[in-house]
Nanobody, 115 residues
């Protein structure tokens, strides 16, 4: 299993970014996918999740209405569109899949939101 995030960067408050996570090594189209984030000095937290077909999504209360998770099973890629970004969204963002009872993570991509 390999997950590779991209798309992070520095953005001003109110701006937008789109993160991508390219997956390989497992049956991507059959698995629930997640985005997590970890801010300095804080525990890793769930941000959003999406079912295998993309028909259902879940979001942390802190990002509802601002972030959108989506996926393209043909490209084996999951996305996180982040709008109206706030300084509190500053964190390393990780792609995640739970596969045969084990959690797999990408290397993460840094998102920094300046005020």
């Amino acid at each position: 299993v390999h997950l590779a995030e991209s798309g992070g960067g520095l953005v001003q408050s109110g701006g937008s970014l789109r993160l991508s996570c390219r997956a390989s090594g497992f049956t991507f189209g059959s698995n629930y996918m997640n985005w997590y984030r970890q801010a300095p000095g804080k525990e890793r937290e769930s941000v959003a999740g999406i079912t295998s077909t993309g028909s259902s999504t879940n979001y942390a209360d802190s990002v509802k209405g601002r972030f959108t998770i989506s996926r393209d099973n043909a490209k084996k890629t999951v996305y996180l569109q982040m709008n109206s970004l706030k300084p509190d969204d500053t964190a390393v963002y990780y792609c995640n899949v739970r596969y045969f009872g084990r959690n797999y993570w990408g290397q993460g991509t840094q998102v920094t939101v300046s005020s």
